[in-house]
């Protein structure tokens, strides 16, 4: 079993950027997937960004060049760094995890409760 805990939403004015992080805690794995994954009202959970532990890292089209995933391993803690945000990033942002390699909201294993991020124009 694995826990994740997010924290780090809110309310932010567009162009402006927000830090999530995500604590993970319980089982570990030698080969992960840990990463991010949206959800706006009326719409269905979409992938954001994901690490893998070997350090890859993947992110999806609309955030990509704005957004930044990366790993503390000591804290064992995801983050994800949004810059120049947009209205359209408002969602309930879900940390994610997988024992081995995926990068679909199918593929996930465990999830977080989710942290809200508001956009405003």
């Known amino acids: 079993q694995v826990q994740l805990v997010e924290s780090g939403g809110g309310l932010v004015q567009a162009g402006g950027s927000l830090r999530l992080s995500c604590a993970a805690s319980?089982?570990?794995?030698?080969?992960?997937?840990m990463g991010w994954f949206r959800q706006a009202p009326g719409k269905e959970r979409e992938f954001v960004a994901v690490?893998?532990?070997?350090?890859?890292?993947f992110y999806a089209e609309s955030v990509k060049g704005r957004f930044t995933i990366s790993r503390d391993n000591a804290m064992n803690t995801v983050y994800l760094q949004m810059n120049s945000l947009k209205p359209e990033d408002t969602a309930v942002y879900y940390c994610?995890?997988?024992?081995?390699?995926?990068?679909?909201?199918?593929?996930?294993?465990?999830w977080g409760k989710g942290t809200l991020v508001t956009v405003s124009s």
């Open positions: 994610a995890f997988r024992e081995g390699w995926g990068n679909s909201v199918s593929a996930m294993d465990y």
């Open positions: 319980g089982r570990t794995y030698s080969r992960y997937t």
């Open positions: 690490r893998w532990s070997g350090g890859a890292t």
